[in-house]
């Protein structure tokens, strides 16, 4: 399918806004149903909070690593985690990036998980986009002009530098991406938005999205829910509702069970063996009506 939809706008509305006055550039979002997660770029410590979607108020904390470069990309590792995507680039010098999965809860936890570098085949790119279908990674990079989709090895190598493969382009100027159902990837720029098949990596569609400070976080939630997140202070993150022809894409409209067929009575040709028999007996009750007729008739 390669037929392009724009359409110019699409509606929203305020879910909540983020309380915490830590979080300042929200880059990132995961949503895990009653729970969200977000993650501060540059600048921060390498920290995920934990969001009641509720209220907006941080229920959770969890700190993963020593330090962080530029952590710009989350994506749903499972029921209660996360991978957090330390890819952020912007000089394009950095020799490898890093990726940890991240267990995440209600509370404040140190948690000590490992930590995955991830090198480009053609040299280093800034890079706000992680995805991870069935559970394995794909970093989407950043431009102006679009950027690529990059696949990680599986399993990572904790000991290893892991060597992405380039496998698609995209064409949105990427801020971040999540998975939109099993079969499309939703990629979202400043301000504006691409749904790419998956695999295949084919544009089947795009539209505008509602303008935000600094928009930097989309996630998909059950229900095909999308939420996008902005940098900011106490910065609100608003639900979209996807448009029609993009909602076609994840379910397609349900063919028509077929009309069952009138029945047609097979005509007797005298060969079964009831034939025969059948029409006799219907010429007797005919001789028979007949006859009682005339005698009633002779009274």
Do not use: C
């Not at 979202?188 to 938005?193: D, E, K, L, P, V």
């Not at 996630?219 to 940098?231: A, D, F, I, K």
């Amino acid at each position: 399918m390669n037929a392009l939809l724009v359409v110019l706008a699409v509606a929203s509305r305020v879910l909540f806004s983020f309380t915490d006055p830590a979080i300042t550039e929200s880059s990132g979002l995961v949503d895990l149903g009653s729970l969200m997660v977000t993650t501060n770029d540059s600048g921060d410590d390498a920290v995920l909070y934990v969001i009641d979607p509720r209220t907006g108020r941080t229920v959770g904390k969890t700190f993963y690593a020593r330090s962080a470069v530029d952590v710009e990309a989350l994506a749903p590792a499972g029921k209660d985690a996360v991978w957090a995507g330390d890819i952020g680039d912007n000089t394009e010098t950095r020799p490898f990036i890093e990726v940890h999965r991240v267990p995440i809860g209600r509370g404040v936890r140190h948690v000590d998980v490992p930590s995955y570098r991830l090198v480009y085949p053609d040299g280093p790119h800034d890079a706000e986009s992680l995805i991870a279908p069935g559970g394995r990674l794909y970093v989407i990079t950043k431009g102006v002009l679009g950027g690529k989709i990059y696949v990680a090895p599986r399993p990572l190598d904790p000991n290893n530098v892991n060597r992405l493969k380039a496998v698609g382009v995209v064409t949105e100027w990427a801020t971040d991406a999540a998975m939109l159902g099993s079969k499309h990837i939703l990629v979202r720029g400043y301000g504006s938005a691409e749904v790419l098949t998956y695999p295949g990596y084919q544009k089947v569609a795009g539209f505008d999205l509602p303008g935000q400070q600094q928009g930097e976080g989309i996630s998909v939630g059950p229900g095909h829910r999308v939420r996008l997140s902005s940098e900011g202070v106490h910065s609100p993150v608003l639900q979209i509702a996807l448009p029609a022809r993009v909602t076609d894409l994840l379910e397609p409209p349900k063919a028509l069970p077929p009309r069952p067929e009138t029945p047609v009575l097979a005509k007797d040709d005298g060969t079964s063996p009831a034939g025969p028999w059948a029409y006799g007996a219907g010429a007797l009750v005919l001789a028979g009506v007949a006859l009682w007729w005339t005698r009633r008739r002779a009274r």
